[in-house]
T-cell receptor, first 116, second 110 residues
Framework: EAGVTQFPSHSVIEKGQTVTLRCDPI?????LYWYRRVMGKEIKFLLH????????ESGMPNNRFLAERTGGTYSTLKVQPAELEDSGVYFCASSQTQRVSTDTQYFGPGTRLTVL | DAKTTQPNSMESNEEEPVHLPCNHS???????IHWYRQLPSQGPEYVIH???SNVNNRMASLAIAEDRKSSTLILHRATLRDAAVYYC???????????FGTGTSLTVIP
């Protein structure tokens, strides 16, 4: 069974440009999460999808970030326009069960975003 | 935001047991205790979770204090592949967020 995949693995862009990160969850997983770790900080929750619906987006830092999950399969996270402080590693995770307090989240390898 | 406190780093000799502590004094009755670890250049991976009782799986054991204000992840025989950052995470219901904290960086000495 394929795990969670993320694309690209590394992206280098200039301040003001747009970048779109993609996450393919494990097949059949309804829950999809985005997290990020910016330099020197802890891994922080960004948002949670249940199928195509945003269940919780309280961690999204500002309106330059837009996440979508059309059709309830893969998800994209767009940053527009990118700022220097957006540099970091963006992780995606997916899980299967409805009981989110006990479900196991499977993480992708992350996308390292560098904004110059 | 982090609800847990862990030592920044620990060392262990290979093939010896490792006890990784975690304090979570503000834990609520519905918070599950999850442990994840992050190997170098990888995303976090699940290790174990529990609510009140001690738990065992093929990777590790989780010992939870009677008052639930602390827990300990036990690796019975550390291997070099266990070198990672270990995160103790509280997960409430019906909340969705994982609060990762700073984690404990485990070094395994050959």
């Amino acid at each position: 069974e394929a795990g969670v995949t993320q694309f690209p693995s590394h992206s280098v862009i200039e301040k003001g440009q747009t970048v779109t990160l993609r996450c393919d969850p494990i097949s059949g997983h309804d829950n999809l999460y985005w997290y990020r770790r910016v330099m020197g900080k802890e891994i922080k929750f960004l948002l949670h999808f249940v199928k195509e619906s945003k269940q919780d987006e309280s961690g999204m830092p500002n309106n330059r970030f837009l996440a979508e999950r059309t059709g309830g399969t893969y998800s994209t996270l767009k940053v527009q326009p990118a700022e220097l402080e957006d540099s970091g590693v963006y992780f995606c995770a997916s899980s299967q069960t409805q009981r989110v307090s006990t479900d196991t989240q499977y993480f992708g390898p992350g996308t390292r975003l560098t904004v110059l | 935001d982090a609800k847990t406190t862990q030592p920044n780093s620990m060392e262990s000799n290979e093939e010896e047991p490792v006890h990784l502590p975690c304090n979570h004094s503000t834990i609520s009755g519905t918070d599950y205790i999850h442990w994840y670890r992050q190997l170098p250049s990888q995303g976090p991976e699940y290790v174990i979770h529990g609510l009140t009782s001690n738990v065992n799986n093929r990777m590790a054991s989780l010992a939870i204090a009677e008052d639930r204000k602390s827990s300990t992840l036990i690796l019975h025989r550390a291997t070099l592949r266990d070198a990672a950052v270990y995160y103790c995470i509280l997960r409430d219901s019906p909340g969705n967020q994982f609060y990762f904290g700073t984690g404990t960086s485990l070094t395994v000495i050959p």
